[in-house]
């Protein structure tokens, strides 16, 4: 707490005078707690009021992905804040299943079977779309079944937004924006070096 939260801070403090959205991934399941009371510090820093762009990622295959939507909620309002949620899937399954075993835990703190991860981020889908006046929806798919059913849930498509990974699901974001140029999409990169990246 000592060393994160005054460094998150500072960067939330730039993003907040550059006027950008500033997004923390919290991926490790063993360090969510510890995301999260790191998140709620800098959440809560007076020098951030007034501004929209501070949120987080919530990994879909998470059990304890649709309450955690519930706990964000409650601390924006807390805040006095309107937070931005990035709904993912997940990215580390392996790694987290990996983990599982090496520790000897009697069960995995993600799903394992796929239909379970899609029925979780469907749900929590459905949670932020209710909370849309203190959180803002930001769907991260490239799945054209996810995309209709957000699209339905919401009755419309204002008020949240999709996200894609620069070069992944091109053609099925340029025929939902032809067909509804309304629609939001923001597209997302990482930047930096091939080995930083992918280590």
Known sequence: MEELVPRLTALARLA??????????????????????????????????????????????????????D?????????GRRLMVRLVKGAYWDTEI????????????????????????????????????????????HNALTVASVIEDARGTQGYEFQRLHGMGDALYYALIAEKP????????PVGGYTELLA
């Open 71 to 79: 706990w964000l909620a409650a601390m924006a309002r807390r805040h």
């Open 16 to 69: 907040k005078d550059a006027n950008i959205g500033f997004t923390v991934d919290a991926e490790e399941a063993e360090r969510l707690d510890l995301s999260l009371d790191v998140i709620e510090a800098v959440s809560g820093d007076a020098s951030l009021a007034g501004w929209n762009g501070f949120g987080l990622a919530i990994q879909g295959y998470l059990k304890r992905a649709l309450p955690l939507v």
């Open 182 to 189: 309304e629609l939001t999409c923001r597209v997302y990169a």
């Open 98 to 141: 990996k983990r599982g075993q090496e520790r000897g835990l009697a069960d995995y703190p993600v799903f394992t079977r796929k239909a379970m991860t899609d029925l979780c981020y469907l749900d929590c889908a459905r949670k932020l779309l209710e909370l849309r006046p203190r959180l803002y929806p930001q769907f991260a798919t």
